[in-house]
């Protein structure tokens, strides 16, 4: 008798508790998916931004090449003017240094750590700002008191073309042995008989075949500075005469000990080899 109502009671009682733990489970799957869903939407707006960094950095890192090579033109600019040593006008000069953000540091996968390179270089790099503005400032009084001497100096490229051999330590194309490299090879895209330019006003002290150099020519600038010219095809200009830059002095040739149509382009300071490149501004 009790049996017959007794198993339709435990028998409800199962299915009210199987009720609410359906429900439970079922509220307990919805929250978790709602946090799923709001744990991606974070977690893509946090690489959105981590992204967003990333760019940033990148285009600081763009700003720090492009300021190195206006430091660049400026110190070459000095050394146009003859600006190398310290003066005292220089006092208030920061010298905050090179760059913070570059190819080491641009990790998507360490933000602080990128965020502090960041600021670091805009810090850096707002300092050097102040102090390029100043240093031009300096260059720019030294050229208009220094004009002649500016005009004088060696400052564009005689021919442009391609660099075939470097300024220093080079394997010698003939006897393969390691030696020094006075100066620079040019090919330009048009080979043998491109025109060679002055690259600043001077005098030519030599014109005519000087052994391994070929036909060459030497001019003789201002402020102890002379460029030398080699393996020459012919010369528009003579011993003692004057030129200008730009003028056309020589066309490119392949005399002497040479291996090909290309321009060997010295620049000497009191007779010692310097990198031409420093007195390049074009």
């Given at each position: 008798m009790?049996v017959?109502f007794?198993?339709?009671f435990?028998?409800?009682?199962v299915?009210i508790?199987?009720?609410?733990?359906?429900?439970l489970?079922?509220?307990?799957?919805l929250?978790?998916?709602e946090l799923?869903?709001?744990?991606q939407?974070?977690e893509h707006?946090?690489?959105?931004q981590?992204?967003?960094?990333l760019f940033?950095a990148?285009?600081?890192?763009?700003?720090?090449?492009d300021?190195d090579?206006i430091d660049?033109?400026?110190?070459k600019?000095?050394?146009m003017?003859?600006?190398?040593g310290?003066?005292?006008?220089?006092d208030?000069?920061?010298?905050?240094?090179?760059?913070?953000?570059?190819?080491?540091?641009l990790?998507p996968?360490?933000t602080r750590?990128l965020?502090?390179?960041?600021?670091?270089?805009?810090?850096?790099?707002?300092?050097?700002v102040?102090?390029?503005?100043v240093?031009?400032q300096?260059?720019?009084?030294?050229?208009?008191e220094?004009?002649?001497l500016?005009?004088?100096t060696?400052?564009?490229?005689?021919?442009?073309g391609?660099?075939?051999?470097?300024?220093g330590m080079?394997?010698?194309?003939f006897?393969?042995t390691y030696?020094?490299?006075?100066?620079?090879d040019?090919?330009?895209?048009?080979?043998?008989?491109?025109?060679?330019?002055a690259?600043?006003?001077g005098?030519?002290?030599f014109?005519g075949?000087?052994?391994?150099?070929?036909?060459?020519?030497?001019?003789?600038?201002?402020n102890?500075?002379?460029?030398?010219?080699?393996?020459?095809k012919?010369?528009t200009?003579?011993?003692g005469?004057?030129?200008?830059?730009?003028d056309v002095i020589?066309?490119?040739?392949?005399?002497g000990?040479?291996t090909?149509?290309?321009l060997?382009?010295?620049?000497?300071v009191?007779?010692k080899?310097?990198?031409?490149?420093?007195?390049i501004?074009?």
């Open positions: 009790y017959r007794i198993l339709p435990l028998f409800l009682v299915l508790g199987l009720g609410v733990n359906f429900g489970l079922l509220d307990t799957y929250a978790s998916t799923q869903t709001r744990y939407a974070l707006h946090r690489l959105e981590r992204l967003d960094i940033e990148r285009r600081l890192s763009g700003l720090q090449q300021f090579r660049d033109f400026c110190n600019l000095m050394v003017t003859n600006m190398e310290p003066r005292p006008d220089w208030d000069f920061t010298g905050s240094g090179g760059p913070l953000i570059n190819s080491a540091t990790s996968y360490d750590t965020i502090r390179n960041m600021q670091g270089a805009v810090a850096a790099l707002n300092r050097d102040l102090d390029s503005e240093l031009q300096l260059i720019l009084k030294q050229v208009r220094n004009k002649q500016l005009d004088s060696p400052s564009v490229w005689p021919v442009k391609r660099i075939t051999s470097a300024f080079r394997q010698h194309p006897d393969r030696k020094f490299h006075r100066g620079l040019i090919v330009p895209p048009g080979g043998r008989g491109t025109p060679i330019h690259p600043a006003n005098v030519v002290v014109a075949r000087d052994g391994g150099y070929g036909l060459s020519l030497l001019i003789r600038h201002k102890n500075i002379t460029t030398r010219y080699g393996h020459l012919g010369m200009v003579k011993r005469q004057k030129v200008r830059r730009d020589a066309y490119v040739g392949n005399t000990r040479s090909g149509p290309h060997h382009y010295e620049v000497l009191a007779g080899p310097q990198n031409p490149r420093k007195f501004l074009n």
